[in-house]
T-cell receptor, first 114, second 115 residues
Framework: KNQVEQSPQSLIILEGKNCTLQ??????????LRWYKQDTGRGPVSLTI?????NTKSNGRYTATLDADTKQSSLHITASQLSDSASYIC?????????????FGRGTQLTVWP | EADIYQTPRYLVIGTGKKITLECSQT?????MYWYQQDPGMELHLIHY???????EKGDLSSESTVSRIRTEHFPLTLESARPSHTSQYLC??????????????FGEGSWLTVV
């Protein structure tokens, strides 16, 4: 069964600190991996998209890495801000069909304290 | 910023009522999706459309129905709401298939509570 597992489930850090969120997946055949940020009560917003050949991608203070061999990804947030408090969702797409499908993790709930 | 809009954002209705959740996008995307998300849980695909007059059921069984008469409009309807339908419903769209790595844009969501 294709799955996406994220850890930790929740995380509290102080403003200005760095943190790393983890995503392990078993989706096969792999097409791409996305990280989304979802503020409470809002829709997810795309942070990064990585294909098989990419092992790192940055978007401002967010840096995602991908190891397609071990089927692991991480999202590193540097110099955290209060506005980073949100759920971060890892989403993996397969290419088992022409159209592909998405597999969602349950997210890591990040809280940044002042 | 995504140009995809959902209404209403919040809705409380009684059991047995008929409701329609509206979703519109102005990006000209062919692909549109409806997801259901309970608090702290992952998103589940309930309906998708790859173009006008094309609709398919998703992975999660749902008693809702959808229509795609216009490219920009993808409404979801519940003929008779029940408390088990209480959830957040998220509409999304993309210009290409998910396998292509194209960005998928989400609306702000519609929170439905059935009492």
């Amino acid at each position: 069964k294709n799955q996406v597992e994220q850890s930790p489930q929740s995380l509290i850090i102080l403003e200005g600190k760095n943190c790393t969120l983890q995503c392990n997946y078993t989706v096969s055949p792999f097409s791409n991996l996305r990280w989304y940020k979802q503020d409470t009560g809002r829709g997810p917003v795309s942070l990064t998209i990585m294909t098989f050949s990419e092992n790192t991608k940055s978007n401002g203070r967010y840096t995602a890495t991908l190891d397609a061999d071990t089927k692991q990804s991480s999202l590193h947030i540097t110099a955290s801000q209060l506005s980073d408090s949100a759920s971060y969702i890892c989403v993996v797409s397969d290419r088992g069909s022409t159209l592909g499908r998405l597999y969602f993790g349950r997210g890591t709930q990040l809280t940044v304290w002042p | 910023e995504a140009d995809i809009y959902q209404t209403p954002r919040y809705l409380v209705i009684g059991t047995g009522k008929k409701i329609t959740l509206e979703c519109s996008q102005t990006m000209g995307h062919d692909k549109m999706y409806w997801y259901q998300q309970d608090p702290g849980m992952e998103l589940h695909l309930i309906h998708y459309s790859y173009g006008v007059n094309s609709t398919e059921k998703g992975d999660l069984s749902s008693e809702s129905t959808v229509s795609r008469i216009r490219t920009e409009h993808f409404p979801l309807t519940l003929e008779s709401a029940r408390p088990s339908h209480t959830s957040q419903y998220l509409c999304a769209s993309s210009g290409k298939t998910v396998a292509s790595g194209n960005t998928i844009y989400f609306g702000e969501g519609s929170w439905l509570t059935v009492v």
